[in-house]
């Protein structure tokens, strides 16, 4: 193979030099001296790990081989009012980050509207769900409004960052054919922008709340109410076979919402068919 | 606005085509690049004009200077009874309500239906807040699929336009600029996306425009059969200035290969 090659190819006399990639190097031995850092400062117990798969057998027994049954109702009730709390969190969110994000994109807001509102966004995405929580509950207390309303404050920064970028996205033709038109800058959004976006932001809005159904069971850990917090009152009694119960119906509700909305964010993506346009007159 | 305005009764004096004027008009893009130097001319009101050169040349700057999509750095542009190169805001989208606009990619809303695309065109005879709302005046109605069914676009009204082959598209791209009701028609390469039938069919859409509407139109080609074919007077561009100026039909080989830079291709016809 290699003496063939060599008899056919010319011979290559001025091949560029590999170029010297010492950054690259510098930046694996980083990495590797921050991972073994961590793992001794961590102190990991490596024979505790030893005893892992039987304690996790010991705990699969007590929650799924005799789950209270008796518990089903409520965990249906406690996750209805987690996926209110999604629901309600991701409409407030997404209709909140549509009006900041569409003015938050290049071409539409001038830049000292836009830097701002990207400022707003980076800052709340930083800042995690349970921590808006937190300092809402101070206003509106341990209830499940304080969860939808983290969750909608929460989802602005990432929702308003997905918003502007959309609409970025979207090629700027239709939006010059509107100027062309003698349109102005909100029929340039609305008919230019906006009808060649929303089916991306639907789809996105969707995605939201598929998210938000998932946080929203975390948020339910700090008191909010919803399935996170019965699980919490559970797993703190050891009344295991509960906590089975709840888990199994949390799985299963998480994953049949994933489905529907997941089939609905296919088919808006894939376009509407023609007879399905006219939503108008 | 005069509901009886459309089809081809619409040139009254009052409403009639507009002459156009470009007196030493340079434009420079903030990056630099030069898109016009120093080009002057007088397209008189009903002219059916062709702007030919290669791509580069300056003919998209050329017609966008005419609508103020592409401000121009020094020069008069003069369209109607209107100084576009000293309107702003309000009163040049009022401007831009006279002059039509179609586009080699057709711009149209894909997702949007065909009616909403064309009503785009009634924007700038539309309250604001109506356009945002998607409300329209029976007017406004009748306008759309008037302008539709001049074009044979009727029967796709309620279809969504990204449905539409180019041709189709390009033909309710020509809706949406007549429901303006215009008295100018731009076309920046309108048929260079598409195939050599459907090109014909759309330059005799235009042509028509031209004569039934008493439209001034002035389009854009990069194919010198088309220019020769379908218009009456031909502008010849290259590194953004006015190398040639006559009539199109009588333009030899050699005018094209001086507006060109370089001989005839045959790549630069389309053929039937």
């Known amino acids: 193979m290699t003496v063939l090659t060599a008899t056919r190819a010319p011979a290559i006399t001025r091949a560029p030099s590999r170029p010297r990639r010492l950054g690259v190097r510098a930046a694996q031995l980083l990495v590797g001296a921050v991972v073994l850092a961590s ?4 102190d990991i117990g490596w024979s505790d790990l030893a005893q892992l798969p039987a304690d ?23 996750t209805w009012v987690s996926v209110s709390m999604a629901w309600v969190g991701a409409l407030l969110g997404v209709v909140l980050s549509t009006l900041l994000g569409i003015p938050a994109a290049a071409g539409v807001g001038p830049l000292w509207v836009r830097l701002p509102l990207r400022g707003v966004f980076a800052v709340l995405r930083a800042v995690p769900e349970v921590i808006i929580a937190i300092i809402i509950l101070t206003v509106t207390g341990l209830t499940p409004f304080t969860g939808a309303l983290a969750l909608a404050i929460g989802g602005i920064g990432t929702h308003g960052k997905w918003t502007y970028e959309t609409i970025e996205a979207v090629p700027p033709g239709t939006a010059e054919a509107v100027r062309a038109a003698g349109g102005n800058l909100l029929e340039v959004a609305r008919w230019g922008l906006w009808t060649q976006a929303s089916p991306e932001l639907m789809s996105l809005a969707l995605y939201r709340f598929e998210i938000n159904v998932r946080t929203s069971a975390i948020l339910g850990l700090i008191g909010v109410g919803g399935v996170g917090d019965l699980l919490t009152g559970y797993t703190q009694y050891r009344q295991w076979d509960a906590v089975g119960v709840l888990i199994i ?33 | 606005m005069d509901t009886t305005a459309h089809g081809p009764e619409a040139a009254t004096p009052a409403s009639g085509p507009w002459p156009i004027r470009l007196t030493d008009v340079t434009v420079r893009y903030p990056n630099g690049v030069v898109g016009l130097r120093g080009v002057s001319l007088a397209i008189e009101a009903g002219e059916m004009v062709s702007v030919v050169g290669l791509s580069g040349s ?16 020094s020069g008069t542009v003069q369209v109607g009874p209107y100084r576009v190169d000293q309107l702003r805001g309000r009163r040049l989208r009022h401007v831009r309500g006279s002059i039509g606009m179609i586009f080699q990619g057709f711009n149209l809303a894909d997702r949007a239906s065909v009616y909403h695309n064309v009503l785009v065109g009634r924007f700038s005879h539309t309250p604001t807040w109506k356009t945002l709302l998607g409300l329209t005046s029976r007017e406004d109605r009748e306008m759309v699929m008037s302008a539709l069914d001049s074009v044979g676009m009727l029967e796709k009204v309620w279809g969504r336009a990204g449905a539409l082959s180019g041709g189709q598209k390009q033909r309710v791209a020509i809706a949406r600029a007549l429901s303006q009701e215009p008295q100018v028609m731009l076309a920046d390469e309108p048929v260079a996306s598409l195939d050599p039938p459907t090109a014909h069919a759309v330059m005799s859409d235009l042509r028509r425009v031209n004569t039934e509407r008493d439209l001034t139109v002035l389009v854009n080609l990069h194919l010198m059969d088309l220019a020769r074919q379908y218009t009456t007077r031909m502008i010849g561009l290259r590194d953004g200035e006015l190398v040639y100026d006559g009539p199109a039909s009588s333009a030899t080989d050699a005018d094209f290969e001086a507006i060109y830079g370089r001989p005839i291709q045959t790549r630069d016809t389309l053929g039937q």
């Open chain 1, 56 to 78: 996790l057998r010991h705990y699969l027994g007590l929650m799924f081989a005799h789950p209270d049954w008796s518990r089903l109702p409520g965990a249906f009730y406690q």
């Open chain 1, 249 to 281: 119906v949390i799985v299963v509700v998480t994953m049949v919402i994933d489905g529907i909305s997941g089939a609905i964010r296919r088919r808006i993506m894939r376009g509407a068919r023609t007879r399905d346009v006219d939503r108008s007159s």
């Open chain 2, 58 to 73: 300056g003919k998209s700057t050329l017609v966008r200077t005419v609508n103020g999509l592409v401000p121009v750095t």
């Open chain 1, 39 to 42: 793992a001794l400062h961590l």
